[in-house]
């Protein structure tokens, strides 16, 4: 069920940036993501292209969000998604 909702979230992300749902297994092998949560913070997951990678040295820390965490989160809708990085061209 986790699964469904997320794919639903991820596929209004993406289309509200231009990107087709069906590109998305190419993009995914470009990607990096790290998923955790600031002291305080929501569940956050931050992602990039590959060539950004050395950026996220330089963001705070996040600390390891567990499963449930970050179904909870899913499913409340609080989940938090940063960019890292220069933004995609559409």
């Known amino acids: 069920m ?3 909702q997320l794919q639903t979230q991820l596929e209004e992300v993406l289309s ?3 990107v087709a749902p069906e590109h998305f297994g190419t993009l ?14 929501p569940v956050t997951v931050r992602l990039g292209f590959v060539g950004s ?18 179904e909870e989160a899913a499913l409340e809708g609080t989940l938090r998604v940063e960019w890292v990085g220069a ?3 559409s």
């Open 53 to 70: 990678a050395a950026l996220f040295a330089d963001l705070p820390r996040l600390k390891n969000a567990t499963d449930a965490e970050v």
């Open 28 to 41: 995914a092998s470009q990607l990096v993501w790290r998923i955790g949560r600031s002291d305080d913070g």
């Open 2 to 4: 986790i699964e469904a």
């Open 16 to 18: 509200a940036q231009g």
């Open 87 to 89: 933004r995609p061209r």
